[in-house]
C-alpha cells in the first residue's frame, strides 16, 4: 500500500519531516508562482477612445479596445467620447454600448478637441488603470499585455512608434513638433503624441489638464514629470490609417497648439515645484486570478 507524504499544513507539530517533502513543497511553490505569473494582470482599467467622425473605425475599435483590456485586465470599461460627430459615429457607438454592458458613450454636443475628450474621459473612468489611445485603428491594441508586468513599478508607461506608419509630410511635422515640445518641456521623450498611453487613474485625474487640443498629450506627460511620476517608455508598433481623416494637420488644429504651448509652458512656470519622493499611494498592482 502506498502512503502519500505529509505536506507541512497537515504533519503534525511532533511528526518529523520526510527527506521528500522539501522538494514537493518547492515544486508546488514554484507551480503556484508560475502559475499567478502567467494569469498576471491589472487590477481594472478603462480604455477612453476619443472619436470625431469616425463611423468607418469605430465599431472594430470598440471590438479590439474590448478584446485587449479583458486580456489585460480583470475588469474593465470602454469609454467612447463623440466628440460632436457629424456622421455615424454616435449611433454605431450607441449600439455598441447596448450590446456590451463594459462599454459607455459619452457625448459632446459640438467639436470641443481632441484634448477635451481625452480630459471627458479620464474624468469619468472608474478603474485603477487607463489606457490613453485613439480610435483610428492603428495601433494593435494588444500589445498592452506588454505594459503589464512593468506597470508594477511605474505610473505612466508612454509608448512610442517603433515605425511610424504615416504619409511623409506627417511624419516631418511629428519630428518638428516633438523636437519643439523637448526643448521646450524639457520631456526626454521620443514621441509625445503616441496615442497609447498607461496611467493610473488616481494619478491622471489630479493632473488638472486643460488643453481642449492637440497639447493635450504634452501637457499629460509635463504634468506627470511636474508631480514626481514615475514613467517609462516603451515600443508599439503601428498600422496606416486605412479609413477616416486625419485632422492634426488642420491650419486650425496647428494654431490652436501652438497658442495652448505657450499658455500650458506659462502656467507650469508658476506651478511649485512639489518635493520628489514616492507616490501618495502605492500603484495598484498587476493581479492574479
Request: charged content about 25%; hydrophobic content about 45%.
Amino acid at each position: 500500500m502506498s502512503r502519500r507524504v505529509a505536506t507541512a499544513a497537515q504533519r503534525k507539530p511532533n511528526m518529523p519531516s520526510s527527506p521528500r517533502e522539501h522538494p514537493i513543497a518547492v515544486w508546488l511553490s514554484r507551480t503556484a508562482e508560475a502559475a499567478r505569473m502567467y494569469d498576471a494582470r491589472l487590477t481594472s482599467l478603462t480604455v477612453v477612445l476619443p472619436c470625431h467622425d469616425e463611423e468607418d473605425n469605430v465599431d472594430q475599435a470598440v471590438r479590439e479596445a474590448s478584446a485587449a483590456a479583458r486580456d489585460a485586465a480583470h475588469d474593465f470599461e470602454i469609454l467612447v467620447v463623440d466628440d460632436g460627430s457629424s456622421d455615424g459615429t454616435r449611433r454605431l457607438a450607441a449600439a455598441c454600448a447596448a450590446e456590451d454592458g463594459h462599454v459607455r458613450l459619452l457625448l459632446h454636443a459640438e467639436n470641443r478637441g481632441y484634448g477635451a475628450a481625452l480630459r471627458t474621459g479620464i474624468a469619468a473612468a472608474r478603474c485603477d488603470w487607463i489606457l490613453l489611445t485613439d480610435a483610428d485603428l492603428q495601433f494593435d491594441l494588444g500589445e498592452l499585455r506588454e505594459f503589464v508586468a512593468p506597470a508594477a513599478d511605474l505610473d505612466l508607461l508612454v509608448g512610442y512608434r517603433l515605425a511610424r506608419m504615416d504619409p511623409l509630410p506627417r511624419r516631418l511635422n511629428a519630428y518638428a513638433w516633438n523636437r519643439l515640445v523637448d526643448r521646450v518641456f524639457h520631456l526626454d521623450v521620443r514621441d509625445v503624441d503616441c496615442a497609447f498611453k498607461l496611467i493610473r487613474r488616481d494619478l491622471a485625474q489630479r493632473l488638472h489638464l486643460t488643453a481642449d487640443g492637440a497639447m493635450i498629450s504634452t501637457e499629460l506627460v509635463a504634468r506627470a514629470a511636474l508631480a514626481g511620476a514615475r514613467m517609462g517608455e516603451f515600443g508599439v508598433h503601428h498600422r496606416p490609417r486605412l479609413a477616416g481623416r486625419q485632422s492634426g494637420a488642420d491650419p486650425a488644429v496647428v494654431i490652436s497648439a501652438f497658442r495652448e504651448l505657450r499658455r500650458i509652458r506659462a502656467e507650469l512656470d508658476a506651478t511649485p515645484v512639489p518635493p520628489r519622493g514616492p507616490a501618495p499611494t502605492e500603484p495598484p498592482q498587476a493581479a492574479a486570478a
